[in-house]
């Protein structure tokens, strides 16, 4: 029979004497990545080379530091790269649906916006003013003057040559009229109507002569007026000139090597002048004020009657800037992760104010996104919120596609809607993209998504395990080191530093690996720091580390008490001692809300005569998944190619997990179905001290499964609970024993030789220690002995097969006689 395994083998420990520091605070605190070898030559490879599409997905499980590494190699990255431009939208004043944006140099962006900032709060003022001015009121009515005089000299030459023929030119409200005159008397329309005919027809040719001549000069009136207009207006258009060029050339000499500046000067400059009349009307609305003055200190009306009432603000808004990436603080190139990428997080939007009743926007209201902020950098995003927000998957592609940043709601992007708002001239877009996520994520995209192989076409996949070497445990120290200074815990000493590694390599159930789970790394960390506080230790020991072990352990695992609690209370049958026949103590693996401990289970077996069947009850009740399923299927092959060479397996068995009530998948209790199989052939009892995990092949080799360590210890719990009796043990795969990290009191127990665990590669050599009895070989003329287990069970199914033989024969003589 083989030995149990030593008590060395059951847990690595590490030795903290190969440290050559005291403490972590002798270690240097710059170490964020150990053993991730092949997602750092990717993500470098992701991050140099130019090309379409060449954007990275950083794979691998959460917890493993993925983003944090990323973010922190990209910051390298980034570091020594040009600092990109900023970007600003403006107003498009040949159409204000369409704003314009223009590219500065880094930091030009929000000079340009403050400049034109002053350059409006100037204008303000100078524009009403250079209206109110003496010169520009005396060059109006000198205008308006020469009008009026024109007119009055026409019409009082018409009126001195009527007068010269007795015509009088009379003005009234209704206008002008023509009458006779005698004796320097108007005369009246009676007397007129009175006179000699041949009198009164002259005077009328006369009179008819005159208005002919007045309604000449009545229809220049328009005319001269116009003309007056167009040089009053162009008149406003040189003041507005005058205020503004001064202020627009000193800008234009600030932003001369820039031509998208200088354009949008020009424009603002001549929409100035264009829209002059708005400042000609608040000049005229200031003088009106001032004029009511007076009269409004005596009715007590005050709030500044005599301030000059500014235009309204919504007029000036439409000469700001809209600067939306600002990079003068920014040194090389930006590293952005977005925590919320949805749409309009990403691509930016156009934003609404209500106003009366009704939503309006302009240029002011656009808003970037995540992939301005990162434009001529890096942009880090989270794989599965991408995902999970509407459109915004389908919005970074279109991007990336078009190499472009268009900024449109998502209506607009689909087609869905169509509302009239603005539609901002598109960003020219340079970025990598990184997307962090599961393995399980981006296998699934990249197999239904056809895009997903031209726009990321560089994987970094992440390592869950390090491979525990020197130079790794060095890094590995330095690694925690660097933990302990960033979230300034307590310096930890080399005993804690071992702890914390024993504990990373308990996590992977792999002696010759190290945990990649870094956050798990640093939560233990945490932990152990606080429970040295509760100590008022200066330093973190093993003893804190493995308290913070406990702790961690006693706050998740009621679960596990209460199945112990059911185990001890004989509510769930499971035996530490004694023999039983057809039954035996199988192990599972439980993982509930992160923790995962280990539960003895009874199987067990019944044989009957039959047609070579094994029925899984698990299965027939729906309990049992797939991988159990192929589990049993296997024992048929490993009964058939061992006992049923030279007869048919005329069996029928069932199996079950006794008291199990919920789904059961796996194949880990193939070995111990096996063995429960084997003794009920047989006849013989398995002994109960002991419980069995390994899954098993056809040829009869124990292979190896997970949680090793966690089944162990939940058998070990029960028998400790009550009372260990030295016999007791497990019996686990042999190319297992690499994966054992147990707890303390399972190796101390051990070491005590109270407890055995027992490396098994076949299953004979598992049955040998189950049922004390040598599991035979056959002999030359290829029986097995009587007096093994292989021999009994063989002897069994020879009955069987025997009696199956007798009962066809005995049904085919029936028939005989029928017929």
Not at 140 to 164: P, T
Not at 492 to 509: G, P, Y
Not at 685 to 695: C, D, E, I, K, Y
Request: proline share 4%; glycine share 8%.
């Amino acid at each position: 029979m083989i030995d149990s395994l030593s008590p060395d083998t059951l847990r690595t420990r590490f030795d903290a004497s190969q440290f050559d520091f005291d403490t972590t605070e002798d270690l240097p605190a710059d170490t964020q990545v150990v053993g991730q070898n092949r997602a750092v030559d990717a993500l470098e490879f992701g991050m140099n080379i130019e090309g379409d599409g060449y954007n990275v997905f950083a794979l691998g499980p959460s917890g493993t530091g993925r983003r944090e590494l990323v973010q922190h190699l990209l910051e390298e990255q980034a570091a020594d790269e040009k600092t990109p431009p900023d970007w600003c939208y403006v107003n498009n004043f040949d159409e204000e649906r369409e704003p314009t944006v223009i590219q500065l140099p880094a930091g030009r962006g929000c000079d340009l916006k403050e400049d034109v900032d002053d350059l409006i709060e100037e204008l303000k003022t100078a524009l009403p003013a250079a209206f109110e001015s003496e010169e520009y009121q005396s060059r109006r009515e000198m205008i308006q003057e020469e009008v009026r005089e024109g007119e009055e000299a026409a019409l009082e030459d018409l009126q001195e040559r009527a007068r010269e023929d007795d015509i009088a030119l009379i003005r009234t409200p209704q206008g002008f009229a023509f009458a006779p005159i005698r004796d320097g008397e108007v005369v009246a329309p009676d007397e007129v109507e009175s006179m000699p005919d041949e009198e009164r027809e002259t005077v009328q040719e006369r009179i008819s002569e005159y208005q002919d001549e007045l309604q000449e000069i009545l229809r220049k009136v328009p005319g001269n007026e116009r003309e007056a207009r167009d040089r009053i207006e162009e008149l406003n258009r040189e003041m507005a000139a005058y205020a503004i060029d001064d202020f627009i050339n000193a800008l234009r000499r600030k932003y001369s090597n820039l031509d998208a500046v200088l354009d949008f000067l020009a424009a603002v400059r001549a929409d100035l002048i264009e829209n002059v009349d708005v400042f000609v009307q608040a000049a005229q609305d200031g003088g009106q004020q001032r004029q009511m003055l007076p009269v409004m200190q005596q009715q007590g009306q005050q709030g500044g009657g005599g301030e000059r009432p500014a235009l309204d603000g919504a007029f000036w808004r439409r000469y700001q800037v809209n600067l939306i990436v600002d990079n003068r603080d920014t040194d090389g190139a930006p590293v952005v992760f977005e925590d919320n990428p949805n749409y309009q997080n990403l691509v930016g939007q156009v934003e609404q104010i209500a106003q009366m009743g009704a939503l309006v926007t302009d240029f002011n209201l656009i808003q970037p996104g995540a992939l301005h902020a990162a434009n001529g950098g890096y942009l880090i995003l989270e794989a599965r919120k991408l995902l999970t927000q509407p459109y915004a998957w389908e919005g970074l592609k279109r991007a990336l596609r078009n190499d472009e940043i268009r900024i449109e709601s998502p209506g607009q992007a689909l087609g869905l809607m169509r509302t009239v708002t603005l539609e901002p001239e598109a960003i020219p877009l340079d970025v990598k993209i990184v997307l962090v996520g599961e393995r399980m994520l981006y296998y699934l995209l990249d197999a239904l998504d056809p895009d997903m192989d031209r726009l990321f076409k560089v994987m970094a996949d992440f390592e869950e395990q390090i491979d525990r070497d020197d130079e790794h445990e060095e890094k590995y120290a330095d690694l925690i080191a660097t933990m302990i200074a960033d979230e300034d815990l307590r310096p930890f000493d080399c005993s804690a530093i071992a702890h914390v590694m024993e504990q990373s390599t308990r996590l992977v159930s792999d002696t010759e690996k190290l945990s990649g789970h870094v956050e798990h790394i640093r939560d233990l960390a945490q932990e152990a720091s606080y429970w040295a506080g509760q100590d008022d230790a200066d330093t973190v020991t093993d003893v804190h580390v493995q308290r913070a072990i406990d702790a961690q352990v006693r706050r998740a695992d009621r679960m596990r008490d209460r199945i112990q609690e059911s185990i001890e209370r004989e509510t769930i049958y499971i035996d530490t001692g004694g023999e039983a026949v057809g039954q035996i103590n199988g192990l599972s693996y439980l993982d509930v809300g992160g923790f995962s401990f280990g539960k003895p289970n009874r199987i067990t077996a019944r044989v009957r005569l039959g047609k070579g069947e094994i029925v899984d009850i698990e299965r027939e009740a729906a309990l049992g998944g797939p991988l159990h399923s192929k589990g049993v299927l296997i024992l048929s092959g490993f009964l058939q190619g061992r006992y049923a060479q030279r007869r048919p397996l005329s069996l029928s068995a069932s199996l079950v997990f006794e008291q199990s009530y919920g789904g059961i998948d796996g194949d880990s209790a193939s070995s111990a179905e096996l063995y429960a199989l084997l003794s009920a052939l047989a006849d013989v009892p398995l002994r109960q001290n002991f419980a069995v995990t390994g899954s098993v092949n056809q040829h009869g080799v124990v292979q190896p499964i997970g949680g090793v360590n966690e089944k162990i210890e939940g058998f070990f719990d029960v028998c400790q609970e009550r009372g260990l009796t030295g016999d007791q043990g497990v019996l686990i795969p042999a190319s297992n024993t690499e994966h054992l990290m147990l707890r303390p009191d399972v190796v101390e127990a051990a070491e005590a030789g109270d407890f055995h665990v027992y490396p098994v590669e076949t299953v004979d050599q598992g049955i040998e220690l189950l049922t004390g009895i040598e599991a035979g070989e056959r002999n030359e003329q290829g029986a097995f002995p009587d007096d093994t287990m292989n021999g009994m069970v063989e002897a069994r199914l020879r009955a069987f097969a025997d009696r199956r033989r007798q009962f066809a024969l005995t049904d085919g003589q029936a028939e005989s006689a029928e017929a």
